[in-house]
């Protein structure tokens, strides 16, 4: 395989678009196929992990939103980006261009259409977001991460590949792990909220342990992810109300604490949904409720369909709401078990080779 014969990766600056991505590179360096990231400035902090021959920063901006003035701004970074991108490609000659959406990708995407080079857009949502509706349209296939892909036309439809959402070799570790037994002992539950945390679980949760009766309370281990203007509230919260807990702005070992988890209360990213499948854990999902898209409506209901989540609009997600179902979790520790097994069933932890597969193809490489 000569050495021209490298993959470039184009991802957005945050965790649900580079992980995937991340995946896929690890995938492909198994092959012996070498790669080479193009994303904005964000993601430059991720260059000592990210699994790539060089990283390439490529200016990018959201054109939707603000005034006038700052659409005519992020149009013009994205047609910078475009010139950065059509020179890095000239360079590097890629037998295939992949963007993980985000805007940072579609410089690369589109440039690789004026430039004729083999393109590939993975959707990692239910619903095809703004960014990846405007390069569906330019490139050879689009691998999506759910079996379903709401908001398509015939001629789109005709391109997808169902891969699924590539995952990382941290997840498919924990989800060699069996579901904890649960009857008499503790329930672990875990609270997370997207890469930055949520209010509204800051706001929920600590409220529902409180309604719930001491003798329940009593068997609540949780660890809670909050944002770092909630963490002192959050923890004192439970301080006051005597339940064991952790809480943090982030843990970089999410996976493990999924693994560890009887019962997962989030939001419904692709990334924490995907992730929740592959492990095998139920959870309760709150879907963001002002994404234009409203695409993680649309990932919360793939879950739910196998029975492995509940979903709650944000709008009725209250602390008596939760506290009952909480309650129900209790009551019902099969049931607990039954909806693990659910999420496994929809999990695709071969999703980074299926993957892999449609880029050798597509780049036709040996």
Same mark, same amino acid.
């Given at each position: 395989?000569?050495?021209? *014969?490298?993959?470039? &990766? ?12 991340q995946? &896929?590179?690890?995938?492909l ?22 699994p ?9 901006a959201?054109?939707?939103g ?7 701004a ?21 037998a ?5 959406g985000?805007?940072? =990708?579609?410089p ?30 330019? #490139? ?19 391109k +997808?590949?169902?891969t699924?959402?590539?995952?990382r ?42 309604a719930? =009766?001491p ?6 281990v949780? +660890? ?7 963490e002192t ?6 301080a ?8 943090a702005?982030?843990?970089? *070992? ?8 009887h ?7 692709? =990334? ?9 854990r ?44 909480? #309650?129900a979790?209790?009551?019902d ?15 695709a932890?071969d999703?980074?080779?299926r993957?892999?597969? &449609? ?8």
């Open positions: 395989m000569s050495d021209r *014969d490298c993959i470039l &990766l184009a991802a957005g600056g945050t965790g649900g678009h580079l992980f995937p991505a995946a &896929l590179a690890e995938e360096a198994r092959r012996g196929v070498p790669v080479e990231l193009a994303t904005d400035q964000r993601a430059l902090r991720y260059g000592g992990s990210f790539a021959r060089a990283i390439h920063a490529i200016s990018a959201s054109p939707t603000g005034s006038v003035t700052a659409k005519a992020a149009v013009a970074k994205l047609a910078l980006g475009v010139w950065q991108a059509r020179g890095l490609i000239a360079c590097l000659k890629p295939c261009v992949v963007g993980f985000g805007y940072p =990708s579609a690369p995407l589109v440039a690789a259409s004026l430039m004729g080079a083999p393109s590939i857009l993975h959707e990692q949502n239910a619903v095809l977001g703004r960014a990846n509706r405007f390069l569906a349209g330019r #490139v050879h296939a689009i691998a999506t991460g759910f079996t379903r892909l709401d908001g398509v036309s015939d001629a789109i439809a005709a +997808v590949v169902h699924g959402n590539p995952v070799p941290a997840v498919i570790a924990a989800a060699a792990q069996a579901f904890p037994e649960f009857s008499t002992g503790p329930l672990r539950l875990l609270v997370t909220g997207g890469s930055q945390g949520a209010r509204v679980m800051a706001d929920v949760v600590p409220a529902a342990l409180e719930l =009766s003798e329940h309370r009593a068997r609540v949780i +660890v809670q992810q909050a944002r770092g203007e909630d509230r959050v923890r004192e919260a439970y006051r109300l005597g339940v064991a807990a952790e809480v702005p982030f843990f970089a *070992d999410l996976p493990q604490r999924i693994a560890e988890a019962l997962v209360i989030g939001r419904a990213g692709a =990334s924490t949904v995907c992730e929740l499948a592959v492990i095998g139920p959870s309760i999902l709150i879907p963001y409720p002002f994404a234009l898209d409203h695409d993680q409506a649309a990932n919360a209901a793939e879950l739910a369909a196998t029975g492995a989540a509940t979903v709650i609009k944000q709008s009725e997600f209250t602390a008596q709401r939760l506290a009952s179902e909480i #309650v979790a209790f009551a520790p099969e049931g607990l078990t039954r909806r693990a097994a659910a999420a496994k069933s929809a999990g932890p999703a980074a080779s993957l892999g597969d &449609l880029v050798m193809r597509t780049a036709q490489l040996a």
